[in-house]
């Protein structure tokens, strides 16, 4: 059974940083491109960030473009997001998801991803 479980979100203030988490378990993590979405209240999910099985290449949403940052570590079959100079705006429930296509291309779509966390709730204060 394929699990995906976010952590690491929360109450911050605007201009501060968080660091979301993402433990796979029931798939060969390594073999995955991965990607976050996020879902404001009364909004659609929209692409975050995603990042290749080999953490070779990377995609960004402009919206967050040189604020955030997506990583993984296979060893330990979790992706990361790193977010600093969080607004307003990046409220949201962030989900994490696992897509195991063999080729990483157009990572901005939620419907090429298999696999999808519970989500975890961001909210940052102005």
């Known amino acids: 059974q394929v699990q995906l479980v976010e952590s690491g979100g929360g109450l911050v203030q605007a201009g501060g940083s968080l660091r979301l988490s993402c433990a796979a378990s029931g798939l060969r993590f390594s073999r995955y491109n991965m990607g976050w979405f996020r879902q404001a209240p009364g909004k659609e999910r929209d692409f975050v960030a995603a990042?290749?099985?080999?953490?070779?290449?990377?995609s960004y949403a402009d919206s967050v473009k040189g604020r955030f940052t997506i990583s993984r570590d296979n060893a330990k079959n979790t992706v990361y997001l790193q977010m600093n100079s969080l607004k307003p705006e990046d409220t949201g429930v962030y989900y994490c998801?696992?897509?195991?296509?063999?080729?990483?291309?157009?990572?901005?779509?939620?419907?090429?991803?298999?696999?999808w966390g519970q989500g975890s709730q961001v909210t940052v204060s102005s």
């Open positions: 998801a696992a897509d195991g296509k063999a080729y990483y291309s157009d990572p901005y779509y939620s419907d090429r991803y298999d696999y």
């Open positions: 990042i290749s099985w080999s953490g070779g290449i990377t």
